[in-house]
């Protein structure tokens, strides 16, 4: 038996619904790239994140930030704070983050926004999947995850049937062989890495 299923038996006694991604996100969204040729677009005030900044971290800032006629003149789209953020494309892909500010991202970044789980479940119960996503993705060596395929992952996640104040408090620790924490580099300076020694808990009901 799995770590997350003796603490289901141990601490929720009535039990678990089990859902997939769709059924705990609110909404769950790709964005954009404005014309790399307008210079007009960039070098605004508007953070941009892009894949190779999702990294199992925190996001607080982006290295790159376009304009408001960036925005309105390409697929970008401002999404909230605290979504659990997916790197689709090439060498990233799968890797999770979450933004703590709101910020826009490009194309190859889906956005999740849980409403049923914590951000921080979430963010876990997707680096956990790492591996499951790549073998879905299609491509050759860097294959491409969809948004459609993170969407209707059929991989379910523990639910609260029930109020469980004390499942509320518990956390379930990330098996050996999800990735580790990185030291910070000066690359990755703008972001605050995740602990992934941490553990996230296993029933809640909203983002924090």
């Known amino acids: 038996m799995s770590t997350l299923n003796d603490l289901i ?25 404005p014309k790399t040729t307008n210079q007009s677009f960039y070098g605004g005030d508007i953070p941009w994140l892009r894949t190779q900044e999702v990294d ?6 982006t290295a790159v930030k ?19 953020i997916v790197a689709m494309y090439g060498a990233t892909a799968g890797k999770v983050a979450i933004n703590k500010i709101p910020l826009t991202t490009n194309q190859a970044c889906c956005a999740c926004l849980p409403i049923e789980v914590y951000n921080e479940y979430l963010f876990y119960f997707l680096m956990s999947h790492k ?26 996640i523990a639910y609260r049937k029930t ?11 990330p098996s050996s062989s999800m990735p580790s924490k990185k030291d910070a580099s000066p690359t990755l300076s703008r972001k605050k890495k995740r602990n992934c020694s941490a553990r996230p808990s296993v029933c809640s009901r909203r983002s924090s």
């Open 163 to 173: 109020s469980c104040s004390t499942c509320r408090k518990t956390w379930v620790t």
């Open 56 to 61: 199992w971290c925190d996001v607080y800032e």
């Open 9 to 33: 038996v141990e601490l929720c006694p009535n039990g678990v619904e089990w859902k997939q991604i769709k059924e705990v996100c609110k909404t769950v969204t790709s964005g954009g790239t």
């Open 131 to 156: 591996n499951a996503f790549i073998k879905q993705g299609e491509g050759g060596a860097q294959p491409n995850i969809s948004k459609e395929k993170i969407y209707l992952f059929q991989r379910y």
């Open 66 to 84: 376009i304009s408001e006629s960036g925005l309105q003149n390409s697929s970008a789209k401002w999404i909230p704070k605290n979504c659990v």
